[in-house]
């Protein structure tokens, strides 16, 4: 499995939080700016995509709920079709 890096660089009045290992390939991390909060999620999928999607889907419902936004970036490994199809 390849590494993960994030870094989130604090300029003014914005306040990071520590980033937080979720499970294998998602890190986590929460900015405050004034009254605004930001989750910044880094993902990584590997053969788990369902996992990870229902995470991200309860993070999502969370967030709306608690007025927060949420950025997700990451490397997905999108894929089509099956193994052995021509």
Known sequence: MGRMIMGIRRKGEIEVGEIEIAEEGIMTDTVK????????????????????????????????????????????????GEVGEG
């Open 33 to 80: 700016s004034g009254e605004e909060e930001w989750r910044i999620v880094g993902i990584y999928v590997n053969e788990d995509l369902e996992r990870k999607i229902e995470r991200l889907k309860k993070w999502m419902e969370e967030s709306e709920e608690g007025g927060r936004r949420v950025v997700i970036g990451g490397d997905f490994n999108a894929r089509t």
